[in-house]
């Protein structure tokens, strides 16, 4: 499966941060590749981009995301699975060049409407966060498929944790457009 995942920031930083391009205003576009093994285990590689004013576009980095799950054919009432995102990006974007997200995920997908909770734990491997440790930064999804047939979604992803400034900005998310 291929995914195209597309936000756009509407009041972001404008001016260099810390060392970080500013992201008012700016596009970002990720190519999520996802093959599943089989009913209980799937591995996913993104590949992050962004588009601003005055750097054009401009590769991010990479993550690779294993993901182990409860099958479907167990017919439990949510969605239970657990999955691990490593990865790097560029010193530009993330005050953290790598990282590690162990995410536990509880999902329901009802009609067309879809919830998650992710009580995430964040770990910082090179970086100005190291020194943090493990950190815990919950989110919730929720998203209405527009069209019954591989649809593109309205999404809004909610970082519950009022810390999480950058997933703050991505919040004004733009459709996912799924496709094989």
Request: hydrophobic share 35%; glycine share 8%.
């Amino acid at each position: 499966m291929v995914e195209f995942h597309s936000n756009f920031t509407l009041d972001g930083s404008k001016t260099m941060i810390d060392g970080l391009y500013p992201t008012n205003h700016a596009q970002h576009e990720t190519v999520e590749i996802t093959h599943g093994f089989n009913d209980w285990f799937e591995c996913g590689f993104y590949i992050f981009t962004s588009i601003t004013e005055g750097q054009g576009w401009q590769w991010v980095g990479d993550h690779i995301r294993p993901r182990l799950a409860v099958p479907k054919k167990w017919h439990w009432p949510v969605g239970v699975s657990i999955s691990n995102e490593i990865g790097y990006q560029r010193r530009q974007y993330s005050v953290d060049t790598w990282t590690w997200e162990i995410r536990p995920i509880v999902d329901q997908r009802v009609g067309r409407w879809y919830w998650s909770l992710n009580p995430t734990l964040d770990r910082s491997f090179h970086g100005e966060n190291v020194h943090q440790g493990v950190v815990f930064s919950p989110n919730a999804k929720f998203s209405y498929d527009l069209s019954a047939r591989s649809p593109p979604a309205s999404n809004i992803t909610v970082p519950l944790d009022p810390r999480d400034r950058i997933r703050s900005t991505l919040a004004a998310a733009a459709p996912d457009l799924p496709g094989d």
